[in-house]
T-cell receptor
């Protein structure tokens, strides 16, 4: 079945460091790909998405590019802030049929000042 | 403000008791979803509903039940048949029932079974 694998956490960085969180997927065909973020004690919020190969999603300084050759959707940010500390989830869904999200296990990110 | 509300935020129950978690949305979304989140794991889909009076099982529906009598409401009952009910439960909705639309999440209910 479909699955999403994220890099193991937790990840701890200093403020202004470069961030990469790896995400790869296994699916038959070309799903839509998402990054959701969960701040402490809250539900999830959509961070960015891409619906077809080579699309780049971006928001709040974060970027991710849909790479079908490597079945990847890695999240990057050039200069992280303390306020970026959260848990990040990579997910996929299909454009046809019911929209059921398949999530990775999440990566906890802590940014130190 | 439009959004999704879940209540209560924290819920404690004794083993063997059924418990119902509330989820209400005022976004006029057609689709609603229930997910379970366990520590160090991603979210897993319990049930989803694409339209009033209709719902489908997700990946881990055993021990849970739902209803969708109104568009705005999608309550989840955790029954005594659920072997390990202690978890964080998240409700979500999306404007359509298919496609790559954003799902909007509520703040969650943390259920602890004693």
């Amino acid at each position: 079945g479909d699955s999403v694998t994220q890099m193991e956490g937790p990840v701890t960085l200093s403020e202004e460091a470069f961030l990469t969180i790896n995400c790869t997927y296994t699916a038959t065909g070309y799903p839509s790909l998402f990054w959701y973020v969960q701040y402490p004690g809250e539900g999830l919020q959509l961070l960015l998405k891409a619906t077809k190969a080579d699309d780049k999603g971006s928001n709040k300084g974060f970027e991710a590019t849909y790479r079908k050759e490597t079945t990847s959707f890695h999240l990057e940010k050039g200069s992280v802030q303390v306020s970026d500390s959260a848990v990040y989830f990579c997910a996929l869904s299909w454009s046809q049929g019911a929209q059921k999200l398949v999530f990775g296990q999440g990566t906890r990110l802590t940014i130190n000042p | 403000d439009g959004g999704i509300t879940q209540s209560p935020k924290y819920l404690f129950r004794k083993e063997g008791q059924n418990v119902t978690l509330s989820c209400e949305q005022n976004l006029n979304h057609d689709a609603m979803y229930w997910y379970r989140q366990d520590p160090g794991q991603g979210l897993r889909l319990i049930y989803y509903s694409q339209i009033v009076n209709d719902f489908q099982k997700g990946d881990i529906a055993e021990g849970y039940s739902v209803s969708r009598e109104k568009k705005e409401s999608f309550p989840l009952t955790v029954t005594s048949a659920q072997k390990n009910p202690t978890a964080f439960y998240l409700c979500a909705s999306s404007i359509r029932t298919s496609g790559a639309d954003e799902q909007f999440f509520g703040p969650g209910t943390r259920l602890t079974v004693l």
